[in-house]
Structures are given as structure tokens and as C-alpha cells.
């Protein structure tokens, strides 16, 4: 099976912590990581690799530090690594970071799955791998947590709801996007990083080299821009509710509604 996972590196927004004095978050330090969702495609897509046979492609749209995340795929298991980087492709949003990836997978031409994360744990949308799924006109399952029978015409997998989940039977080849409970990733081997630093190589895509996408990447082509972003603010001090049972549980009902958290 010829597979491509797209994968994001990402800030491990769980070490962004946030400075009260100064209502700013403190980035400082943090680290750079392959978006965890994206992990967990990426070694479905090793794992069918090595069941099936085949090869397994990253591919990443990001600045020449991304190479690292690549680097890692590779190290983990992956055969080729693809980083679209060019000045031309900042500040996509995500119908023009799917297009992109969408004019770079046209452009490798064979492949029989495409494995995307749910979502990215910076930009939160889940929206580049549905996306990607139409730009190339291909069949999609999001959410997608367990791959229970797979060939090279057809794949049968469950797909994760909020209170169960539901089988789907799709034609190959389709868009899936990997959630957590799909497996657990991988560390790479001793060998595998030597590999992935001597032996294997990351190609570098820039606009020259995807010349079908010309004007439609980037800020340009994004029909949404970030306008402001701010911190939210930091919640006040905690409130204790006195009285009775019925009494507290009914005022606390209350505000949870007035706040909408109900
Ligand atoms: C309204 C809006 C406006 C924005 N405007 C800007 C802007 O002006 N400037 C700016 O720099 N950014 C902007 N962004 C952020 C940018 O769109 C996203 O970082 C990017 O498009 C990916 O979206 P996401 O992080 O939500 O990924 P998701 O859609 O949550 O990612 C899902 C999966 O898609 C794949 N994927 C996502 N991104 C990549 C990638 N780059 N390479 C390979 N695979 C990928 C991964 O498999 C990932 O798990 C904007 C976002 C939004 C929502």
C-alpha cells in the first residue's frame, strides 16, 4: 500500500504556560512536537506498512524547522519525507494549507490511503483533513479509531461518536483522520534515528516546485485572516456556595446556566 500522513509540527501547547502579572502566555522553552494526532496516524500507517507492504510518505506544510518532525517520522518507521516550505505559503489558512497539501499529494500521484490527524493542537480546527478529502475529490472518515479490515480497494474501520461509534465500510482511496485511541506511537529505534540523519533524505518543496499551485497559496488565498488574538482572561477567585443541599446544588445549577456551561 502506498500511504501518505500529513503531519503538523506543533508548540506543545501543554507547556505554554500563562503569565497572570502580564496576561500574556509564556512561550519560552517550549518545545516543538509532531501534533499527537498525527502520531497516532502516522503509526497506523507503519503498522499497515509492515502487514501489507508499501511504502509510508510524510508530508508537512511549515518553516524549515519542521524538517526536525520529519525527521523524527522518519526515524519512527516512514520511508520519504516531504516539507513544503516556501515564504509563499505563511499564514495559510486552512482552505489554503489543505490546497497546498492537496497540489503536493497530486503531485507524489500514487497513494491508496491518506492519514491526517483529527485536528492540530495549535490551530484547533479539525478542518484540513475533511478539506483535503474534497480538494482531491476522495471518500472521507474522520475520527477514526480502530481499522478493523483493509485491502488495497476498501477499508472497513469505526469511527469514534461522543457515546459509542459506528462501522464504515469506504472505497480506496480515502482521507481517514487518526484520533488517540487508534494505537500507541512508536519510540523510534537507535538505528532508525541514524537513519533517519544519514541515510534517508527530506525533499524540500518550495513554489517552484509546485507550480499547479501557483496564486493559490498562502495569505492570499486565505479567504480568512486572523484579525486579533488576545489571552482570555484570567478567571476571578472560586466562590463558595453556603446552605443547604438543595439550596447550593440549585444556585450552582443557576449560574452554570447563566454561564451557558449547561
Ligand atoms: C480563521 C483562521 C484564520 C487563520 N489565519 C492564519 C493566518 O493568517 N496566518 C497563519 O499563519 N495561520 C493562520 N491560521 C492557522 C492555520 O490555518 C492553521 O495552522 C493551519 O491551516 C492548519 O489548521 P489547524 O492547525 O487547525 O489544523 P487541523 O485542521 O486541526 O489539522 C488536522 C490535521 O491536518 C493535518 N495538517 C494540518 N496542518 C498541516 C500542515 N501544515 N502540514 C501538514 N499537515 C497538516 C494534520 O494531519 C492535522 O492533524 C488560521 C486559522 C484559522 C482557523
Same mark, same amino acid.
Given at each position: 500500500m502506498q500511504i501518505i500522513v500529513c503531519l503538523k509540527q506543533v508548540p506543545? &501547547?501543554?507547556e505554554v504556560k500563562f503569565d497572570t502579572k502580564t496576561g &500574556?502566555?509564556?512561550?519560552?522553552?517550549v518545545a516543538s512536537i509532531i501534533n499527537p494526532d498525527d502520531k497516532n496516524a502516522l503509526e497506523e500507517a507503519i503498522r499497515l506498512k509492515e502487514l501489507k507492504g508499501g511504502t509510508v510518505t510524510v508530508i508537512s506544510m511549515g518553516p524549515p524547522q519542521a524538517e526536525y518532525a520529519l525527521r523524527e517520522a522518519l526515524a519512527m518507521g516512514a520511508d520519504e519525507a516531504i516539507l513544503l516550505s516556501d515564504?509563499?505559503?505563511?499564514?495559510?489558512d486552512t482552505w489554503a494549507t489543505s490546497l497546498t497539501l492537496a497540489h503536493a499529494i497530486k503531485k507524489i500521484g500514487r497513494y491508496d490511503l491518506i492519514f491526517c490527524g483529527r485536528?492540530?493542537?495549535?490551530?484547533?480546527?479539525?478542518?484540513v483533513g475533511p478539506e483535503l478529502a474534497e480538494h482531491l475529490d476522495l471518500p472521507q472518515v474522520t475520527y477514526?479509531?480502530?481499522?478493523?479490515y483493509i485491502d488495497n480497494d476498501k477499508a472497513v474501520v469505526e469511527r469514534a461518536l461522543e457515546d459509542g461509534y459506528e462501522v464504515i465500510e469506504v472505497t480506496l482511496p480515502a482521507v481517514l483522520t487518526a484520533v488517540k485511541e487508534l494505537n500507541m506511537p512508536r519510540y523510534p529505534t537507535t538505528s532508525g534515528i541514524m537513519d533517519a540523519f544519514n541515510v534517508k533524505k527530506v525533499s524540500v518543496w518550495g513554489i517552484a516546485q509546485l507550480a499547479s499551485a501557483a496564486g493559490l497559496v498562502g495569505l492570499n488565498a486565505?479567504?480568512?485572516?486572523?484579525?486579533r488574538t488576545f489571552s482570555p482572561a484570567v478567571k476571578g477567585n472560586g466562590e463558595l456556595l453556603t446552605g443547604s443541599v438543595k439550596e447550593t446544588v440549585q444556585t450552582l445549577l443557576k449560574e452554570l446556566q447563566e454561564k451557558h456551561v449547561l
Open positions: 506543545n &501547547t501543554n &500574556t502566555l509564556v512561550r519560552d522553552g515564504r509563499a505559503f505563511a499564514g495559510a485536528q492540530a493542537i495549535d490551530g484547533d480546527t479539525a478542518q477514526v479509531k480502530n481499522i478493523i486565505s479567504p480568512t485572516q486572523v484579525k
